[in-house]
Structures are given as C-alpha cells and as structure tokens.
C-alpha cells in the first residue's frame, strides 16, 4: 500500500497562476484533510471532507477550492497564486472510529513569487 | 477557540531524557496526541492519549496528562540522534478536527 501520496513535491509558482495539488490515499479512509505549514508554525486546517461529494472550510481556507469526487482523491486548488500562499502543503487522512489518529503524505512545497 | 501551546526548541545530550510540554485549551478534547516530523517529511503519530488517563508508557516515551493545568508532556527516555526532529502535540476539535501545536524543536548532541 502506497498510503497517502501527494504530488508534487515541489512547484513555483509566479503571482497570479493557478495549480492543482493532488492527494490520493489508498487506505479507503473517508476523511481527509489538507493543512499549510508556515515555517516556525504548526499546522493549519485550510479545507476537509468527510466523505465523497462532501467537504468543509477549515481556520485558512480563503484563495483555495477542494472537490472530492471520489473517496481515493482530494485535490486542493489555487486559483489565483499570491505571495501568502507560499509554504508546505500537507495532506492527511482518517479512518472512521475514536482515536482520531491522522496519516500524512510526504507534503508539497509551493512558492510564489 | 482551540490554541495550542509549546515551546520552540529543545537541546539535549544523547542518552538524557528529554521532556516537550504542551498547554492546550478546549477541557472537552477527547484525546491528546504527540506527532513527530522528521526533516522534508510529513507528520507521523508517535502516540497518543485518552483525556481519562493521567498517563501512558511506550518504550521509551512516557505521555502525561494533567487534565486540570491543562498541561501535557512527552518524555523521552535515553534519547538518541535520530530523535532529532520537530514534535507537535494536537488537541481534538471537534469529532473530525485537530489542533496542533506550533512544534518544538528537538536537537539530540552526541
């Protein structure tokens, strides 16, 4: 098993582009969640989704979309690249059950210039 | 709101015990974590606990919980090298949500 994949793992972006980071998980967990991390910062929730066809905003979740269309993949897009968003994007998933126990995937680093 | 609280960085000599403490703020957290990040990688969990328990052993980590400070640690015992890394504790936020910590930063000397 792969467990959670992200790609890229590294991208620049000029001001104003948009991209597409992807996730894909094969642990068939139905939540998932992406986090940016800031350097010196801990992790902030930007958007997750407890299941296919549903997703929530979390703390960061302005410049950014998500969509999940399948429970295997959650695609963070941005739209419309600034500065701000320059940082490491994790994505994590969850099986259903108590321990709330996350799983990450390697991360993208973005920056914007 | 949740916020979660740590000092940044922490220097031992290999073989010390190292002790990361955590403050946390919502009493309804259900359980505790601690995640450990590695350089150029993605969190990984190294335990965690259920908010009725004051404390919990595994090998050379030991979790405790002080549920009226507010106030938990991890406690390394005999740390090494490779211990060297960021370690975040998270709170529960909610039934799909964590809160992490700002990390600290663990430096293990030979």
């Known amino acids: 098993n792969a467990g959670v994949t992200q790609t890229p793992k590294f991208r620049i972006l000029k001001i104003g582009q948009s991209m597409t980071l992807q996730c894909a998980q094969d642990?068939?967990?139905?939540?998932m969640y992406w986090y940016r991390q800031d350097p010196g910062m801990g992790l902030k929730l930007i958007y997750y989704?407890?299941?296919?066809?549903?997703?929530d905003k979390g703390e960061v979740p302005n410049g950014y979309n998500v969509s999940r269309s399948t429970t295997e993949d959650f695609p963070l897009r941005l739209e419309l690249a600034a500065p701000s968003q320059t940082s490491v994007y994790f994505c994590?998933?969850?099986?259903?059950?108590?321990?709330?126990?996350?799983?990450f995937g390697p991360g993208t680093r973005l920056t914007v210039l | 709101g949740e916020d979660v609280e740590q000092s940044l960085f922490l220097s031992v000599r290999e073989g010390d015990s190292s002790v990361i403490n955590c403050t946390y703020t919502d009493s309804s957290s259900t359980y505790l974590y601690w995640y450990k990040q590695e350089p150029g990688a993605g969190l990984q969990l190294l335990t965690y606990i259920f908010s009725n328990m004051d404390m919990k052993q595994d090998q050379r980590l030991t979790v405790l919980l002080n549920k009226k400070d507010k106030h938990l640690s991890l406690r390394i015992a005999d740390t090494q090298t490779g211990d060297s890394a960021i370690y975040f504790c998270a709170e529960t936020a909610g039934f799909q949500k964590l809160v992490f910590g700002t990390g600290t930063r663990l430096l293990v000397s030979p």
């Open positions: 989704s407890v299941g296919a066809g549903i997703t």
């Open positions: 642990m068939n967990h139905n939540y």
């Open positions: 994590a998933t969850r099986r259903a059950g108590d321990s709330n126990e996350q799983f």
